[in-house]
């Protein structure tokens, strides 16, 4: 009789591990077909320090876990077209996104605008050199660092600002380095090695103690800019892509990128530069690498 019933024992201990303690839920809901608990999301660095805190903050509340690859926008695009992976694309700007469409590399019903940020320059705190506009980036001997414009986004919006005010051809002339990302760009004023950088607005929240922020003239600013994100056309898990693109633009998830200094509207942006456009597209002209 004991062998009996330590044989049922076993068998119900059986079902129910396969049974209860196998899938994945949240609210109560099991997992959809498909789904394998793990996202990839290409991203512009523009975007780094908010969306890692969300993505932990998502995998803490859902158990699912979000695999971020940062770099340039035109980057890690390419990275998501050449391997044919990745659930989610943000990119830094509209500029890349709107490249995404066309190349079909994401569905264009899914995009989101998550927040806004305003091109400026930046400059290393104390402001050493004494930049104060865009005309004193092309005075002899400042040392100007920029992002690579053919596959980053600020990059790209720093030289349209050039352009626009005729000041390409001499900031030109005193542009040390091209960076290959947001982040790297922002470490080159953190870390000294240039006296100012064409940037966003945000790069002083990352390091307050590091960089300091040179507005431009609102006249001067060319775009407004965005960062949006959208479900890739490769991925497996449409389901859990949904979910967290639900959360990238929910209340919480817009009050992490405002904490790192992101703004949620573009109306807070118009504040800076209220004739400006927002988003769209610019062609990089030739010859600027």
Known sequence: MGRILKLIAVIVLAVFLSTGCTSTKENGKPAGRGETGELHVFAGAASKPPLEEIAALFM????????????????????????????????????????????????AGT???????IPTINVPKGNPQGIRSLNDLARPGVRVGMARPDTVCVGLYGVEIL???????????????????????????????????????????????????????????TRIGYIPAAISNFTANREIAVRF???LASEEGKNIFRKYGYLGSAEEARKFAP?????????????WL
């Open 60 to 107: 803490q509340k859902t158990g699912v876990k979000v695999n971020l690859t940062f770099g340039g926008s035109g980057t890690v695009l390419s990275q998501m077209k050449l391997s044919r992976q990745g659930d989610i694309y943000i990119p830094g700007s509209s500029d890349f996104m709107e490249i995404a469409k066309r190349e079909g590399v994401v569905d």
């Open 111 to 117: 995009e989101e605008i998550l927040v806004y940020l």
């Open 163 to 221: 352009e626009k005010a005729g000041l390409a051809e001499k900031v030109k002339n005193n542009i040390v380095t091209y960076a290959e990302s947001c982040e790297k760009t922002a470490n080159l004023v953190a870390l000294k090695q240039v006296d100012a950088v064409m940037g966003w607005d945000v790069f002083e929240k990352w390091e307050p103690d590091k960089i300091e922020t040179i507005y431009l003239k609102p006249e001067q600013v």
């Open 245 to 247: 693109m639900a959360f």
């Open 275 to 287: 004739e400006a456009p927002v988003g769209g597209e610019y062609q990089l002209p030739a010859g």
